[in-house]
DNA sequence: TCTGGGGTCCTAGGACCC
DNA sequence: TCTGGGGTCCTAGGACCC
């Protein structure tokens, strides 16, 4: 079992099951065994996540909520309560936090954990494991893992509550008949341009020398998933995490036309971020914008500032300006702002304080 | 099947400086 | 008149992840 013999090397990665939707079946406990699914209501909403009976009807996350409707009538349709999942969600990463010293979260609803001290990890991620279910109610894969690739795609092989310990060799053994695509990092551009190449499994993609990689990918993408294929993963742990940007966006239930539509919206989209970002005292230089027309291509246009801004004026001046310079004649779907180099604010400070 | 919202990282090209 | 090489900052687009 080759994880016993790199102690330092042993990492869990911990994946809630269904997550939104087992937060809503612990309020709505008569729904348990059915079809439920957590979904906007709007004509553009998407599907969040789906119960694993709902899943069975084909409704996964980002189907569109109107097929999804289309797909099982007769499925519990919830609106998303985000304020909800994220006060579970910490519940659930004190839990982690209070079995695992080192403890990386990745989203609402997944995390790391550096099983590395532990003299039994697979033991230790048993106890964490119990622990998530007792204390929160809420259920959980683990995967155990020499890098955090294999332990991720463990966490994934046997969902739900699933329990799966491999070494990189048994992984390659495991997963090389499987799509590209069921590892992180190959989405669904990149699994097309291997198909195109005659690569359909990893283990195909394991096999193709970096020279070829190269030719197709790049110097840098190519010998990446050739790692990735062969679950060779050298990222480190990161147990803090820089947010670098904030940004408010929104997909108009019909399309927009024309800079009079827009500006209203633009400035209610400003006014949200603005205040969040006041409310922690973050301050950024790069204000930016994004438009998505109706045929759905994206463009976006940022300037940088001198120094870094939260105040809605200041804000709002820059997205204005662009907005109005881009001057969108054709509909828009979606209209976005967006403030970066949040994480450079205290480099700004110090310069500022060197000026005084 | 007409496709959310919030993020990250990478790449390529241009401006500008030395 | 035709020309270097490196480095940084910035913009725009794209792929990807949850």
């Known amino acids: 079992m080759g994880l016993a013999g790199d102690a330092r090397r042993v990492y869990a990665h911990i994946d809630m099951d269904a997550f939104y939707v087992n937060v809503e079946l612990q309020r709505r406990p008569e729904l348990r065994g059915r079809p439920v699914v957590v979904a906007g209501s709007g004509p553009r909403a998407v599907v969040t996540t789906a119960s694993y009976e709902a899943r069975r009807f084909g409704i996964f996350s980002a189907t569109p909520a109107e097929r999804a409707r289309r797909l099982c009538p007769r499925a519990t349709f919830i609106p998303p309560d985000?304020?909800?999942?994220?006060?579970?969600?910490?519940?659930?990463?004190?839990?982690?936090?209070?079995?695992?010293?080192?403890?990386?979260?990745?989203?609402?609803?997944?995390?790391?954990?550096?099983?590395?001290?532990?003299?039994?990890?697979?033991?230790?991620?048993?106890?964490?494991?119990?622990?998530?279910?007792?204390?929160?109610?809420?259920?959980?894969?683990?995967?155990?893992?020499?890098?955090?690739?294999?332990?991720?795609?463990?966490?994934?092989a046997d969902k739900p509550d699933g329990f799966v310990v491999l070494s990189a060799e048994a992984a390659r053994e495991r997963f090389g008949g499987s799509r590209p695509g069921i590892v992180p990092g190959v989405g669904p551009k990149t699994a097309e341009r291997l198909e195109r190449q005659g690569i359909s499994t990893l283990a195909e993609l394991g096999a193709t020398?970096?020279?070829?990689?190269?030719?197709?990918?790049?110097?840098?993408?190519?010998?990446?998933?050739?790692?990735?294929?062969?679950?060779e993963d050298d990222r480190p742990f990161e147990t803090a995490c820089v947010t670098k940007s904030e940004s408010r966006e929104t997909t108009f239930d019909s399309d927009l036309r024309g800079l009079g539509a827009l500006e209203p919206q633009l400035r209610r989209l400003t006014e949200q971020l603005?205040?969040?970002?006041?409310?922690?005292?973050r301050r950024g230089r790069t204000i930016g914008i994004k438009v998505r027309y109706a045929d759905?291509?994206?463009?976006?246009?940022?300037?940088?500032?001198?120094?870094?801004?939260?105040?809605?004026?200041?804000?709002?001046?820059?997205?204005?300006?662009?907005?109005?310079?881009?001057?969108?004649?054709?509909?828009?779907?979606?209209?976005?702002?967006?403030?970066?180099?949040?994480?450079?604010?205290?480099?700004?400070?110090?310069?500022?304080?060197?000026?005084?």
């Open 82 to 156: 985000f304020d909800a999942y994220r006060a579970r969600s910490r519940e659930v990463m004190d839990v982690l936090r209070a079995h695992v010293e080192r403890v990386e979260v990745v989203g609402l609803d997944e995390a790391y954990l550096d099983l590395g001290g532990f003299e039994r990890p697979r033991a230790a991620a048993r106890r964490v494991k119990s622990a998530v279910i007792d204390e929160t109610g809420l259920g959980c894969s683990v995967g155990i893992g020499p890098n955090k690739l294999v332990a991720k795609v463990a966490s994934d």
């Open 209 to 231: 020398p970096d020279e070829r990689l190269t030719e197709w990918f790049g110097p840098r993408l190519g010998p990446y998933l050739g790692r990735l294929a062969r679950f």
């Open 274 to 281: 603005c205040s969040t970002l006041g409310r922690g005292e």
């Open 296 to 356: 759905f291509s994206t463009v976006t246009r940022a300037r940088t500032l001198p120094s870094p801004v939260n105040e809605l004026e200041s804000v709002w001046r820059v997205a204005l300006d662009l907005l109005r310079r881009l001057d969108p004649t054709h509909p828009v779907r979606l209209l976005g702002v967006r403030v970066a180099g949040l994480d450079e604010e205290v480099a700004g400070a110090d310069q500022l304080s060197l000026l005084r």
